[in-house]
């Protein structure tokens, strides 16, 4: 099964990973997302009857189907497009990496091949970095 969650930047909007990004960052920032959250809680509840009962409460968060997805945008080249297939770009993989690194799952990645995908965005003359390959 390729089960794989995305978020929407805005409605009718993109589907990449800049949205990952910018819901994961400030669910990290407001503690959401930290190492000793738990997957699922229990809530106790109360029926009309005044019976208790016992839900599990998920946080779709940290659903490993998520980093799959990140993970799913990296290209041959070793960088990050906005979605699966899609020619690498900086700030795409500013995004992936962060929000992969926010989940705890960069293992998930192709990390010597990004690594040197960054390494080659350094241009030699000018010093400075191009968000693409040949840009």
């Known amino acids: 099964e390729d089960e794989r969650i995305a978020f929407r930047m805005h409605h009718d909007g993109e589907i990449d990973v800049r949205a990952s990004y910018c819901i994961l960052a400030p669910c990290k920032l407001l503690g959401l997302i930290d190492e000793t959250a738990p997957t699922s809680s229990e809530k106790k509840i ?12 998920s946080n779709p968060l940290l659903a490993p189907s998520i980093a799959k997805h990140i993970s799913a945008c990296q290209t041959h080249e070793g960088g990050f497009g906005a979605e699966p297939h899609n020619e ?48």
Request: contains cysteine.
């Open 88 to 135: 690498a770009h900086g700030g795409y993989t500013f995004c992936a990496l962060a929000s992969l690194r926010i989940l705890n799952a960069v293992e998930e990645i192709d990390v010597d091949n990004l690594r040197g995908w960054l390494a080659r965005r350094q241009m030699g003359y000018e010093g400075g970095f191009c968000g693409r390959t040949n840009k």
């Open 46 to 57: 109360n029926d009309a009857k005044g019976d208790t009962s016992s839900i599990v409460l």
